[in-house]
């Protein structure tokens, strides 16, 4: 059985033409139809290329008609522009295939490749809880951690404060959000706590610093 390769293609052909002009959008569209036509890498197009040229010189002439400001016109135009922008995205389709993502062989069509931009990871800014409170018996505090977005793992740390600074941090690392209950502190003791987050670019600053008194 002949194995099947089923590997995204790279090269991705641009289809989208909001905000295009009509003008600017039959000038794509012939630069489509004047790559493929006796194009030898392209030999059994999905759309007859002469049914595309007829599709693209009615739009260019509704386009003409529309210009008088008929509602009647702009209405055909605008609906021999969906028409004909189907039969380029099918052809763009087939080119992205037939031309095994060689840039030089897609180029010679005449589209255009979608430039694709890969959004580079963001340092991690809003890391906070989601809450603080009294445990159930005396010496407990509870906390619980908001999801922050890009966050792999949260780190909080907390320590009494005495003679108004914090004393030794106790650090906590923790892989979830799920809220965590303190036990053996002192009672009425003001504690300081403070969070961050560690993203794909690193820790973050210590964040949402609070201070609580425990029960």
Not at 123 to 128: I, K, S
Not at 146 to 151: C, H, L, V, Y
Not at 165 to 181: H, I
């Given at each position: 059985m002949k194995k099947t390769d089923s590997t995204p293609n790279k090269i991705k052909a641009k289809v989208s033409f909001h905000g295009v002009s009509d003008t600017d959008t039959v000038?794509?569209?012939?630069?489509?139809?004047?790559g493929l036509l006796n194009n030898p890498a392209y030999p059994t197009t999905?759309?007859?290329?002469?049914?595309?040229k007829t599709g693209i010189d009615q739009y260019s002439a509704l386009i003409v008609d529309a210009e008088d400001g008929g509602s009647k016109a702009k209405t055909a135009k605008n609906k021999q522009r969906v028409e004909v922008l189907k039969q380029y995205t099918l052809l763009a389709h087939y080119v992205e295939m037939a031309?095994?993502?060689?840039?030089?062989?897609?180029?010679?069509?005449?589209?255009?490749?979608?430039v694709r931009t890969k959004t580079p990871p963001q340092?991690?800014?809003?890391?906070?809880f989601s809450w603080i409170d009294r445990g159930a018996n005396s010496g407990q505090i509870v906390f619980k951690p908001?999801?922050?977005?890009?966050?792999i793992s949260y780190e909080v740390h907390y320590a009494l404060v005495t003679n108004g600074?914090?004393?030794?941090?106790?650090?906590?690392?923790?892989?979830?959000?799920?809220?965590?209950?303190l036990s053996g502190l002192?009672?009425?003791g003001s504690y300081q706590f403070q969070i961050r987050g560690l993203g794909k670019l690193g820790y973050s600053d210590w964040m949402d610093t609070r201070t609580f008194i425990c029960a």
């Open positions: 000038k794509a569209l012939m630069t489509a139809y004047e999905p759309v007859s290329l002469a049914d595309f031309c095994k993502d060689d840039l030089a062989t897609f180029t010679s069509s005449g589209f255009t490749a979608a340092p991690l800014t809003e890391v906070r908001q999801k922050a977005s890009g966050a600074a914090p004393g030794p941090w106790t650090t906590l690392t923790l892989t979830d959000t799920k809220k965590v209950t002192t009672p009425a």
